[in-house]
C-alpha cells in the first residue's frame, strides 16, 4: 500500500512508478506474514521444520515470485522475514563509525524469482495523478473507460518520459534469480535458454548468489533436471527490430499478455510438480494470475470488478 490516510497521501496511479510501501502498507505486510505463519500453525497451509535451529514449522513455500518494483520487494522481504524464510542482515556502511545507520538486506531460505511480467499495469499519462485529478482532466466517462475496459489502454505518457524511465533499472525486461540457502537451486545455464543474437537472453550477471537475465525475445531451448528447482525464462514479444522496452501505456489485456509467459512457463509448472508458490505482485498481476486460474470465474468482463485487497493473502 502507497497510501496513507493519516499523512494525506491519497491514492494515486502509480504504475510503474517506484514508490516505496507507507508505514500503513508496512503494517499490512507484517499482518499478511503473520496470518501465513498462523494458517500454518492451524494446519491450514502446509508447512516444513524451520533450516533455522528453534523457529518452529514455517510455511512449505518452494519457491517466491515478485515484481522489481520496490513496494513488492519490500512487502516480499517483509512477509519472508514475518514467517521465518528470510533473515535481516545489517552492514555497516563505510565512513566514520555511528554516524550512519547500517544498511539492511535479506538473507533468503527460499528461492526468489523476481520479474519484470510482474510489475502493475502501465498507466501512462495517467501515472502521478490521483483518482479525482485524472477525472477532472479527462472526464469520468473516458477515465472509467481506460480503467475499466478489457482492451483500451489510458493515453500514453510522453515520450521523453518513456525514455528517461526506460533507463531504471525496474523498467528492464529483466528476471533476476536468487537462489536462497535452502537446499534447492534454480537452474540457468546460458546454453539452456539460447543466448544468440536479437533473440533469447542474455545473462548479464551471474555469481554463487543468483542470475540477472535480460529478455530479448526469440526461442529458448528446454531443459529439464528432476533434482534441480528448474525456474524458466519466459519468452518475451518481440518490439519492432527485436528490441524491448517498457511499454507507454497498458489496457487490462496487454497486462495480461505480459505476465502469461511467465505463468504459463514460470509459475503454473511449479504447480502442477506439486510445489507451493507465493506470488507477490499488485492488483492488476494478481487479477491477470487469477483469470489464468479462474477463467470461469473471473471473466474480461468482470476482471476489473474483482477486488484484490492489499497484502492480504490468497490461497489457492
Known sequence: NVTDPARNLTARFT?????????QGEDQAIAAGRALQSAVEKGILPSNESP???RGRVPAIDVVFCSLLKRSSDTMDIILEETNLAERMSIPKKGKENTTPPSSKYHYLVPIVHSWRLNERHYGALVGL???GAERLYGKVRLTRW??????????????????????NHCQPVTIVKKGDSGRTCVFDPASVGMQHHGGVNVTG??????????HGG?????????DLDVKIPKISCVGNNVTFMPPSESLRDTYERFLPLWIQGIAPHLRAGRTVLVIGHANTIRSMLFAIDSEIVTKANSKKVKIPSALPLVY
Do not use: F, Q
Open 219 to 227: 526461442k529458448k531451448k528446454k531443459r529439464t533436471d528432476a533434482n
Open 130 to 132: 490521483s483518482k479525482e
Open 147 to 168: 480503467r475499466d475496459s478489457w482492451d483500451v489502454p489510458p493515453p500514453p505518457m510522453p515520450l521523453e518520459m518513456v525514455k528517461r524511465w526506460g533507463r531504471e
Open 15 to 23: 504504475g510503474w512508478a517506484d514508490i516505496g510501501l507507507t508505514k
Open 206 to 215: 551471474s555469481t554463487k548468489a543468483g542470475v540477472r537475465i535480460l529478455e
Open 52 to 54: 533455522t535451529d528453534g
